[in-house]
């Protein structure tokens, strides 16, 4: 009797996700450089606070955008990967993505309107919701190509995003330049927006745009398909984005703004090097993931060797990182904020467990399992406010970060467990 033939070659998984992240290389160090840059300019050029000024206009932009970008987007690569460009189901499915979209656009527009604590008039609430409407549809152009596995396109358009967003902040905050904060972060979101010129040329070029002239309705399935990664990423909005921006502002509070840029600092440092992260997972780990839903055993094999590449390589450049620290944050920021090295070690366990999360999370997404997905964010962000209750009374500012490390650690651990005890079938028989 023949020997089955194996689902998945072990030896080309890890090479084809190490050729793929060294495509995304470009995109990855154009927003890298950009995000350097505005940092380093917000912290030497903006009045004190200013650093996590920044950080919380981020968490608003991010506030806005989650559902599109973190669920939607992330479901329509899964479902228009097999589908052609132009034919009736992958005009359905794009048509979906873009009325959930509006729809969720126009809500988080009205309750930005509706905000009260918001030091911002209405006409600037108008023009960070106009930035971000650009940006939403450059961010689903990018998905759309990413989807068909245009990645040249998809990192020249995120190149296109970097330089643009950099640009607008460089040209209101540096030597000679007075603008006021808030306009500089406004300038700075819509020339983010402007991106979407480049996002339609190289989406038509490689044929994404193909006969949606002829207007295909969003069908029900479709809607619902989208829809639960909506859910998904309504757990990253309460459970992440909002929790980080109560916990800036409470530490805000209770520190003040210099001792908070403090802090605020770490964790930008921790952004910057997450941002490459995310991007390699989302870019090069979850298509493939995704295209292997369906074989478990495959999909499985995939996950434990990327694990095998991505452990190893992160506690390198982590620990290297760690190293350079001292230059690092004067480089990056200014030198008032050197205080920060005394919070970058715990900072950086716990940015190394959660990155390795990371990668058994989206495995959760992978298989829309929405309830699962919720229920981890759920767990880790309550948590993580136990931690912070318990830990910033006690240690102080240090007390945050450690918080940070041993919910990541927990998490970690926890997401091991589970992945071991739930072996398919086909493995549990040998």
Do not use: E
């Amino acid at each position: 009797m023949p020997r089955p033939v194996p689902l998945v070659r072990p030896v080309p998984v890890w090479r084809g996700f190490v050729r793929g992240s060294l495509g995304a290389g470009v995109g990855l160090a154009a927003r890298g450089i950009g995000a350097v840059v505005v940092g380093k300019l917000v912290a030497t050029y903006a009045p004190p606070g200013g650093l996590t000024a920044l950080s919380q206009f981020q968490s608003i932009m991010a506030l806005l955008t989650t559902l599109p970008v973190d669920g939607t987007h992330v479901g329509l690569v899964k479902y228009l990967a097999p589908l052609r460009p132009g034919s009736p189901r992958y005009r359905a499915w794009l048509g979906a993505a873009a009325v959930l979209n509006a729809a969720a656009l126009l809500l988080g527009g009205v309750g930005l309107a509706l905000w009260p604590g918001l030091a911002a008039g209405q006409g600037q609430r108008a023009v960070l919701v106009g930035g971000l409407v650009l940006g939403t549809m450059q961010a689903l152009l990018g998905a759309a190509l990413l989807a068909a596995g245009r990645l040249r396109a998809y990192v020249a358009v995120t190149v296109a995003v970097a330089a643009l967003g950099t640009g607008a902040v460089a040209a209101g905050l540096g030597p000679g330049r007075g603008w006021p904060l808030p306009l500089v972060l406004l300038a700075y979101v819509v020339g983010q927006g402007l991106a979407v010129g480049p996002a339609l040329v190289l989406a038509g070029r490689a044929g994404m745009l193909r006969g949606l002239g002829r207007w295909a309705a969003p069908s029900r399935v479709a809607l619902r398909g989208l829809a639960r990664f909506g859910l998904m990423a309504i757990g990253n909005l309460v459970f992440g984005r909002a929790v980080d921006m109560t916990v800036r502002a409470l530490l805000l509070a209770r520190f003040g703004p210099h001792r908070t840029d403090v802090w605020q600092a770490a964790a930008k440092l921790s952004d910057n090097y997450t941002m490459v992260v995310a991007a390699v997972l989302s870019s090069v780990f979850y298509p493939r993931l995704a295209a292997l839903a369906g074989q478990p055993v495959a999909a499985r094999a995939y996950l434990r060797s990327v694990l095998g590449v991505l452990a190893p390589a992160l506690a390198l450049g982590l620990g290297a990182i760690f190293l350079a620290r001292d230059g690092l944050l004067t480089l990056l920021f200014a030198p008032r904020l050197l205080a920060a090295r005394d919070l970058l070690a715990p900072q950086m366990l716990g940015d190394w467990a959660k990155f390795l999360s990371w990668v058994f999370i989206f495995q959760l997404t992978a298989q829309a399992r929405t309830g699962r997905y919720v229920a981890v964010q759920a767990a880790s962000a309550v948590l993580y406010a136990a931690l912070l209750a318990g830990l910033v009374p006690a240690l102080g500012l240090p007390g945050a970060v450690w918080a940070h490390a041993l919910r990541y650690a927990a998490l970690l651990l926890g997401c091991g467990f589970f992945w071991v005890k739930s072996r398919p079938a086909a493995l549990a028989m040998k």
